[in-house]
């Protein structure tokens, strides 16, 4: 296991790192639960009088989303509730002085960790810990803090780097995200474990099945996914915008495996004996399995399938949630991911929310995220951690507490 920040000495010289990776719309940088919960970790730092630098990053080079992460430093001290200083450099001249003016119970970000070209190639934590960037930066401070679990199955230097040359630590969020995220693979549950499957992306979602077939005892198929599924037990599903095949796509690359599973696991899936669709007058409209066609764009789950699935929640002892069962961003398709997270929310079952912005609909929808055991704020880490693939910046941070 990892040391904590519990177990840090007083008023440290400390670089954090974060993941403030955010949606950019427009060129501005949106606030998101990510940077509440990384304020979170934080203020305790400061209030224990150490004095913290940040290193986080932003999109990737070559797309829209890659900018400065002054703004993100404006919506971390709107968190705070306290100045947070930008430097417009990582590990350069001018980084280096702001970070030697830094006092203890003061913030400062440094710029986009991706601006450094030895930050992204994925190479072996060894190689990451000979860098420029890490060798520059690491004398500088007392300890180093990972608080970022979301992007810990990347091997970039900022994560996997500096913990092979300093004492390295987990912060709050790299803590709780650890712990609720791996529960499916490291707890024992007496009750039913239901987990709702959504999303998009077949290839990263199906393999979650197989992996976590000794735990979980129904599933609960939406989305994409679920009409994959539907056309293997021979419906007539799977629009495709004209000139884009996506799901036709998805189905020659997937379809035995889905077949297969189909068959596997028949005891255990649950697919949907309704969706929902807009109807000529805009509003939402539902159809029976049986009168599926292919040129329809299904947007959610039907009602009956939703009813169905909250049912099953209310009767389960842990629920985890990966991936929106519909198009919940419209109010006209969020009954069936709504249904399922308010059936958690009532009942006091273990569970685990993540995957994309499927969180979001927490928010969205007024429920109160403190009804759930645990909202991740982690994509491609929590899809990993669902299935028992170590992150390589946790196995790093666990070999430096040895
Ligand atoms: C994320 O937002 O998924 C993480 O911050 C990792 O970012 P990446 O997917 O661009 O590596
Ligand atoms: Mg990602």
Redesign the pocket.
Known sequence: MFKTIDDLDAEQRLLVRL?L??PVEDGVVQDNR?FARHAETLRELLEDGHAVAVLA?Q??PGRDTFVSLADHAEILADHLERDVDFVADTFGEDALAAIEGLEGGEVLVLENA?MCDEELPEEDPDVKADTEFVRTLAPEFDAYVND?Y??A??S?ASLVGFPRVMDAYAGRVMEQEYTANSSIQEREFDGTVTMALGGTKAEDLIPIIERVDDTVDRFCLGGIVGELFLRAAGHDVGYDVDGTDFFDEQWDEQRETIERILEEYDESLYLATDLAYEGEDDERAEVDVEGLEKDTSYLDVGSDTAETYADLVRESEAVFVKGALGVFEDERFADGTVAVLEAIAETDCFSVVGGGDTSRAIEMYGLEEDDFGHVSI????YVRALTGELLVAVEVLEDAAE
């Open positions: 993941d990776n955010a990510r990053h999109g990737r991706r970022a979301s992007a199955h990347r970039h982690a994509g491609g880490a």
